[in-house]
């Protein structure tokens, strides 16, 4: 008797637990995001029951992180010079983990109707910096031309600067820096399928990391905390 109890008991929660995966909805994510100091690109995934307003999102972006004090200049007077960034020693990118929560004030039931949240994120931010190179100009005749080595604004003459070497050259030498982030705003869906949709989304993001990241050789132009605006395009599939 109390086999047949617990049989019966087994039975009813996998009915339950059937019955809420089939009443929950789950589409995959893919974005883009322009926002002060750079951008990024996205994958995620976000669910959430049938008719409900409330939905859950997990993913992951990486984009870079420049500073707002950037200036290039170009040398014209040496032969086959690009422009390059002066000050600027480190290349800065940044991964960040997320986990959002949305709530929907309309919802998109049909390709003619456009549905409107809004939305609150948590993010865990891992920026890594690296050095950056430079073509350092050196005139000795009859060999003159161009070396590459790591920018040093202290010790290189910004004259003698002929661009910028490869955004590889020196990645090994790199380090990391963790943070923690917050980010809100508001939502617009659309699209002319129920199963796919495009999403255009507006908010404020703010990362804060342990220490500044070392962006421009000057000390008081880096940040460790980094207010931005942002504006986010994505294309969702597969509820």
Same mark, same amino acid.
């Given at each position: ?32 995001q ?35 004090? %950037?200036?290039y ?6 032969p ?32 003619? %109707? ?23 100009? %050196? ?5 003159d ?8 604004p ?35 869906e659309w ?28 000390? %008081? ?7 931005m605006?942002?504006?986010?395009f ?6």
């Amino acid at each position: 008797m109390k086999m047949y109890r617990r049989l019966k008991l087994v039975i009813l929660c996998l009915l339950w637990h059937g019955s809420t995966l089939a009443q929950m909805e789950r589409q995959w994510i893919l974005d883009g995001q322009l926002r002060n100091f750079g951008y990024d690109l996205g994958f995620g995934y976000q669910q959430g029951l049938k008719d409900q307003s409330q939905k859950k999102g997990y993913g992951v972006r990486i984009g870079s992180m420049n500073s707002p004090k %950037e200036i290039y200049v170009i040398n014209n007077t040496l032969p086959g010079s690009q422009p390059f960034k002066i000050d600027k020693v480190n290349y800065a990118w940044v991964l960040r983990p997320y986990v959002s929560f949305h709530h929907d004030f309309t919802q998109r039931k049909s390709r003619n %109707e456009v549905g409107m949240s809004i939305f609150g994120s948590a993010q865990l931010p891992v920026a890594y910096s690296w050095p950056i190179y430079i073509w350092l100009y %050196e005139g000795n005749s009859p060999f003159d031309g161009y070396s590459d080595v790591q920018y040093n604004p202290e010790i290189h003459d910004s004259r003698l600067i002929g661009g910028t070497a490869s955004f590889t050259r020196g990645f090994g030498k790199g380090r990391f820096t963790p943070g923690l982030g917050l980010s809100g705003g508001v939502s617009l869906e659309w699209g002319s399928y129920r199963s796919m949709s495009n999403v255009l989304s507006f908010g404020v993001m703010t990362d804060a990391f342990v220490q500044k990241i070392q962006i421009m050789h000057t000390t %008081e132009n880096n940040a460790f905390i980094f207010p931005m605006l942002f504006v986010n395009f994505a294309f969702g599939f597969g509820k």
